[in-house]
């Protein structure tokens, strides 16, 4: 049980505390002038990271550890220079066993059980029964819906937390819904089917155990074909399945991010694939817009002072409403 | 008075007609067999084309016509290959008194005056009043208000008639007053000004009397930087105006095309400028997708074929709706 | 039964023959003078193309015609500017019982079992019992082998042939195997697993009845992803099967074409995958070479002359044997 | 009132100072050992940058200042590893009432006066007297006049200095009437137009106070677009002014950077605009020519040696001229 | 001897005349109704070029002729739909030494004894010998200076006519001599040189006899590399030759095109080269410029108008020049 | 005489040791508390780098030093955080007649002579006698063959080694020869004479005294230049010689980087030159594959992930082998 979060920090100042933490980073340093070594290590949770040192009998400590384990620790909490480390007098390799992985990465702030009934609610509003046991297959999949329910959107960059994938699909889905009705070439259920299924190879491309990342099939094949290849199992599954809706689905899954140098093997050729490529580049962007913004609320900068440039937008961004509000004062 | 029009041609097989049209193409040839000449010229109206051959005498006819003015013509239709033409056996040039333009250009198929109080509707339940002002200034404006509810949206591709250009921006700003929520970093009325005014300077780019083309101001100039000189002097009659409106607006102007190459010289870095850019972007592609499914609707292709080569977008398009219609019966 | 063939035209002139043909092209015209109405077809066979015409009472025979359906025709072959043509009398649908598809379309001129023994000579002398378990578990797989045998590898351009497929495949694995020893980091079953089955999709993305084209899957899924669901099914009736062996052969067909705008969602990473993506494109490039130089031996170019400007290549080539034998006589 | 500058160091090596700087950085840090915090700043002014430290006492100094403030200090210079750096006693912030902004910002060697003159010289010559009247309604406005003297020409690189812009105007239109003779489709007149108005937009896509940046507007909206709109409101002022005109001097300073990614929404078209974006282009080329071989100078390369890479040109220079000259030594 | 010239057509209207000719196109047709073949050829001299046909016997008359050879023909002018057109009754191949090439192919407009001069005499006056010695080895070969005074500087495109390439270097030159005072940074010696021997390749890359084309080795090679080669053998039958002027002009010859993409293998780095990539593509994009103009003028086009599309600048152009004139009038 | 190798130092802990090494980098520095300065160095050899320091007299020992000579020098062998340097108590420039150069630059480990005569041996079996006279005579040129001995292929990245361009070129050619076989469009001796000579440049664009670095002709002309002009004057000493083998050959090392951004003013039109670019560009891939997997395992890598991202390929590559090996055991 973890009872000290590093956001925690302040109200503990100057006192010892015992909590687990995911070491991030453990380098052995020598002290100065000829001091002998010290172990200089980061520790994370869900709430940020901090710096900590233990300075005598650490080998012992880090024997079975390494970067990204658990680990247990004791140690008094200080400040330096306003900000807040642990100087230790314990750690150790901590058991999985003792750990809630929920403690420990970022976790969306929505609450997945409504996100997932929210989703499973419009599947089962669909007018096409064979879209509909298709997207359940998936969804009622026990192994499947364990995942999608867990799996962060990104490594890094947008929704890259616990519960983030979810979080993006639902976001996206209402937009989908609302959107449809003003083109008439799409077909809404269809759409839905893209929106829900195009993300649904991260849960292999990326892992989320103590920290996040990509799986070797995530680097070697990528979520787009893992995705591709659910689709054809479950198919196989469901026969006899419309071959057709086969066809607009995989292509739909295969195409959503709308050029070939990101990724995607073919162009969006349907009205359902352009539009969920379309709007699924717009949360991504709007997200980009967010973190942006944060950031930039961070460093203190002004409201008519646009933010730090932005490399996957090769722009900087401005902050509109903020600026707009500012002037008004 | 223009009373036959092109499309009427099978109700007039073999009769004599009398009518008027835009010359669009006029060419002198000469018969077999050293037979000596006769004219060949191509008669156009909204409602269509026809090729059209007047065998003699016919110096007189085109001594003040060109290619694109307006002719009055008498002559018999005639049934050639399954195709209508007309034998002439009088042509003059008409003169803009005798003419009714609205006969001579296609036109938008919905009610001008209808999709103009839409318009105006959505901007005088602004919020913001100086934007309200603002629109207003361009949309009260009588020169700019007769434009605006002729001018096409393009010369060729979407939106080629008159009144495209307000039906384009009526369509996109009711998407624009609907996805707007999802995203609360948006200004809704900042983004639907952007919506109203970022195409404003076509109505100088182009000029659409008798045909569609483009203005020499149209080409050297640009109508992202026409629009642009026009906010700049409709803001200098509104002093005073708050300064950091202009520029956010002007910026929005500026970066609607959302890429250097298509001739924007910013890139989107406001919230309202970004999701301008990419719901005008969608309405072009839709279109497109649109006018690609009814040109192989003409080709006779089958529901199971991609349409021919979309330049602009660098693929076939497939029209899924048709193909599981067709798959269903 | 056919035994008229176009390239026998030469021994037939003025006779008339009886045979069977594709019929590439149809179009009703205009005799001169308003004599009438005639019509003008064009015929093909595996041995080249003839155009023919049917001056009188053809509306029965074309009844039941469309482009691309066989036909049954008589007629007399004539000569008319040093090319031959058909004077048709009779022509009428025909069925295809009537047809060995085999006639109509042009044809490797190597032997296809040799080939196919070949190709399993080298899957059966792998050291790596999963890869060969998985190889054949494709050639052993009757739907897949019919179709293998038989695939052209292209619509135009390289190996447009029945059994096209399945003759690149065995030249690019025989430099497969002479080559992998002069890579160590490259394990060559691996590899030669890689060249047969990097192109399998091609047996659903294309058809070849009658002519060749792009099915609606090969057009919205493409042949590198067909090939990776059917990696994926093939795989699951494996079980159990290595992962990791699954993973570096799908990652060398989604990386075969060897960059995202040639639709490889991947780019190779693997040694193996790297190779066979140069030897791929090597092989293709040679074979470009070969078209071009006999293209310019058909224009009767001279042997210091470059041919023609080759647009996937963006240069004219040079036969340079034929230059240096040209320059020695 | 400045009386020492950071270039005056050498000759008051071991002195105590008192002068006015721009505080350029600002950083409260520890000492070593837990002794304690200390002040490190970095003081600018046009003739350099230094460091300096300030040891105790120094947080009322320091409570109404922050980077990009002017300062008044009173310290001792010190030599330490052969570079020059102060000791603070005294730090207080200062009002731009005891400051003048010459003294801090780097500025063109050259006379402003005679530059100024020389611009308006080439105007007064102008046959154009349409383009006369329209140069001189920028010119003679007090306020654009004003800051056009004053006006850096960028950020960073070329020119980047107070009356850059005015600099590098004068020494492109030099150029400009020299060679326009050798173009007779190139009208000099419009041309110099160009020349002078292209880049006036800079007035306010910079700021030059203290220190030299871009402003809100210069982010959103850019010089070239800037520019424009000064356009529009100088032309209305003068109405009548004829439109041919307008739309060509326009159409000149949307296109002078040559190419849609460099910001221009228009490529240059007529004789003028392609002439002014080559010579511009060529000005700013040479100036990094200078700049890097006054950088290779000082990083003591050899004459034989090239200059570090040039991001801008993707490339090392050459000097060639200093090479030739030790060659011959 | 040639006597008749293509452009003096108009005189001769249904008289006879015999003259030589380049045979551009040749053709054997077939007459209507069945009324046998007849001969129809192009014939170009440096005025222009006329069709013609031949309806007997003309067998003989071509055996010995293929494109691109010379004829001397015998025939009547007729002018058929405004055009003028030859009936011929002779036609026979001509041997060379009938011919004056200078009378088939177009030919500078200036003297070139005259830009001869002026080139020797810029090289005359180079203070530096090392590079006069270079450069007269050039001038005073005669085999280079015979090439050189001749040789097109283009197959098609910017000064594609006889003693084109000393045209285009006699005008670069002079502005070189007068914009280098304005750039110290650059030699002027040294930037002569260069533009001299630029281009002097093209004596082997382009071939001039009866019409422009390129020669294998300017296929294979092209001229910047050609240019080099020469440079090599000269400067070594020049030694001692000073090693780093040979570096620089080198440099200067392979870096002339300024982009990769335009054949050269190295970017300018010197001032020179720098230069001399500037004002020689200025150069060209000028002569694009008049060709357009030209083009608009003899197709009809307003003052008003812009040219059509130009391929190598991805732009229509402009006339400023005359549309300011016509709307003075 | 050099008996001790930095990578001897496990051996010499604790123990002072003179050598010679090249000073690839020299700081004086300042002492903690003001305890003056002292001598920071990085000394390097074939074997390896070293840090090392000297605390006192040191300005006379590297009075006639700079970055890149050689020192002998003499000092103790210490460990500090597990790394070896030396503490200098002797230093002192040395002269080239002290030194050979092989101990202090990378080397092949394969043998120079007999990698030698393997080249010559290719050459020696040519059918072709015109191209075996060709390339004996670079090979059989002294200072041609003492360079082409010891050149390294590259300044970093592939080959940077003593004898790397040997090495690399006789790899080239042992698969030249191997498949060339395949292809009957190419002629072998063509192919294995642009191998062996389409690197020659390199001798002159790359220096390799005592580090590898680019000389002024190698950075200003490049190596496929100074080779283009290394051909042409071996011809010219050939005399008389094949124009047809010249323009060939010369085309091939023009054409050898295969697109114009990578400095290849041609691309590859002839088989052979393909070819030669195919295969050079694989070798240079396999060896970039090769040393990312050895990077690879010196960070600790596990056989499960990727490299690093490699930036010259655009991806991080993955050890096929190693992941297989590991998983099977």
């Known amino acids: 049980m973890k009872d000290f979060f590093i956001a925690d920090a302040p109200e503990f100042e100057n006192a010892v505390v015992t909590s687990y933490f995911v070491l991030s980073s453990l380098q052995i340093r020598e002290r100065r002038q000829g001091g002998g070594q010290f172990l200089s290590v980061t ?18 400590s880090i024997a079975a550890c390494s970067e990204g384990c658990y680990v247990k620790v004791q140690g008094q909490i200080n400040r ?3 900000k807040f480390q642990m100087s230790l007098q314990r750690l150790r390799f901590a058991a999985e066993s003792e750990i809630d992985p929920a403690d420990y990465l970022p976790v969306t702030q929505f609450n997945v059980d409504e996100m997932w009934e929210e989703l499973r609610g419009y599947v089962s509003r669909f007018a096409n029964t064979d879209l ?3 997207v359940f297959a998936f969804l009622d999949d026990p192994e499947i819906a364990a995942a999608y329910r867990n799996a962060p959107a990104a490594k890094l960059l947008h929704h890259a937390w616990i519960g983030g994938l979810l979080e993006h699909v639902v976001t996206l889905v209402r937009v989908c819904v609302t959107i449809a009705p003003f083109y008439p070439e799409v077909d809404p259920d269809l759409l839905v089917t893209g929106a829900i299924l195009h993300d649904v190879g991260k849960i292999r491309e990326l892992y989320w155990k103590s920290s996040f990342g990509y799986t070797l ?13 659910m689709l054809v199992e479950k198919v196989r599954e469901l026969q006899p399945f419309p071959e057709e809706l086969r066809i ?11 050029k070939y140098e990101f990724g995607s093997p073919k162009l969006p050729m349907t009205p359902e694939a352009l539009l969920l490529n379309v709007l699924d580049d717009l949360e991504a962007k709007m997200q980009t817009l967010r973190n942006a913004f944060a950031n930039a609320k961070i460093q203190g900068k002004g409201s008519d002072e646009v933010t730090d440039w932005v490399r996957s937008m090769e722009r900087p961004l401005f902050n509109s409403q903020n600026y707009l509000k ?4």
Chains 1, 2, 3, 4, 5, 6 share one sequence.
């Open 132 to 134: 509909q046991r298709l």
């Open 326 to 329: 500012k002037e008004q004062e």
């Open 248 to 258: 607009l689905v995989q292509h739909m899954i295969l195409s959503h991010h709308g």
């Open 217 to 229: 099939e995530g680097q070697l094949i990528g979520h787009i074909n893992i995705a591709q290849g």
């Open 43 to 60: 520790l994370i949770d869900k709430t940020g990271s901090m710096p900590a040192v233990m300075w005598d009998d650490f080998s012992d």
């Open 80 to 82: 330096y220079q306003n």
